[in-house]
């Protein structure tokens, strides 16, 4: 914040973080206090800026106080090995206080998975009874009630497995994908992908977080995000097509994006799309993906496969599908108005199923497949590349039209 901490109370070493406390600002609970009236009010009491590393406002906006790797001035006793976050208000705090109080601690858990969370006043001894509530008690609570549904991807991407024990990528997940945990063990979770019902494994304490709900879906095959709304600036990550994302405002050809850590990112506005705004032709979706590179169970701009290819680019127009080509095939022939289609017949949208194999028709005398072959999502010419998977397969590929 402008005007912040001249000088640190000290760097605060990130291993030795133990505790995540809560405060509140003690002002009355009508009262609009921000951070900057933080920041006054404990320069005028001879400190070096605010105390605290994160403010909650009384409609739940986040402001930043101290960086997070400058020790705090909130516990005294705990300021070299904890976090604070400081809501404002006394006794009665709002709904969306609480709701954006539950996703900073979740994101901060994520990087700090053995910190325990407390209100200021079981952190240290201290006759003061902030945050006045029992904040153990509602974080256990909001624990049992939520569970761990609805939590979302905070990463580009992530790899799920068959086990925890197996380093075989099964397929990956993206950057705000929600997934439901089933179960936990050693830092690793048995998730449930909303989108198609994939189960698996993937590294969940470092990986997953409750965020605010999707407004956007990336809709170019990668993208950079950057810390300014300005091609020069730095970039913060690689996201890729199918991200979801939280747009909170678009000004001047960009979309400000709300990043899971509290930070800020923006991405031309061509981007992302609102999640109800679908496209229109899933064929000019995939050939986005023209030239990217082939990966057995990936799902990213790093890396597809033949299913994640078509599975995008559904999705992309609004059509839900499994995961795996063979799911893909069931799933296509039970579809009311599917045909089976003759060679001969083929044209745009087609898709061409082998077993273990799936690729679409660009047109007539084109097809597209992520292809071990070449390595890559590649295009050809459609007869030379049924033949040739057909001898790959042992087996001839069957051509199925969706209905429109």
Known sequence: MTGQNKTPDGLLDPDAIDMLVVHCSDTPDDQPVGARDIQEMHLGFGWHGIGYHQVICRDGTREAGRPEYWRGAHARG???RSLSVCLIGRTTFTEAQMNSLGALLDEWRTRYPHARILGHRDA??????CPNFDVESWWHARSQTAGDDGLTVTVPKVALTASPASGALETELLFGESVKVLERTDGYGRVVLETDGYEG????DMTLAATPPPTHRLCCAAI????SPDVTSPSLMRLSMGARLVVSATHDGWHRVELPDGSIGWIPEMAARPLDNTE??????????LGLPYLWGGRSAAGLDCSALVQLS????????????????DWAKSRSGTKVIERRDTRRGDLVFWPGHVGLCSSKTAFLHANAHHHAVAAEA????LLRTDAASKAEGIILRLAR
């Open 224 to 227: 950079y995000v950057l810390a």
């Open 314 to 329: 559904l999705q992309a127009v609004g059509v839900a599908c499994p995961r795996n080509s063979g799911d893909q095939y």
């Open 382 to 385: 459609t007869q030379d590349a």
């Open 124 to 129: 240290v001894e201290t006759h003061k009874t």
């Open 201 to 204: 494994w993937v590294k969940a």
């Open 280 to 289: 229109d032709d899933f064929v000019s979706v995939a050939e986005r993906f």
């Open 78 to 80: 705990a300021n070299d």
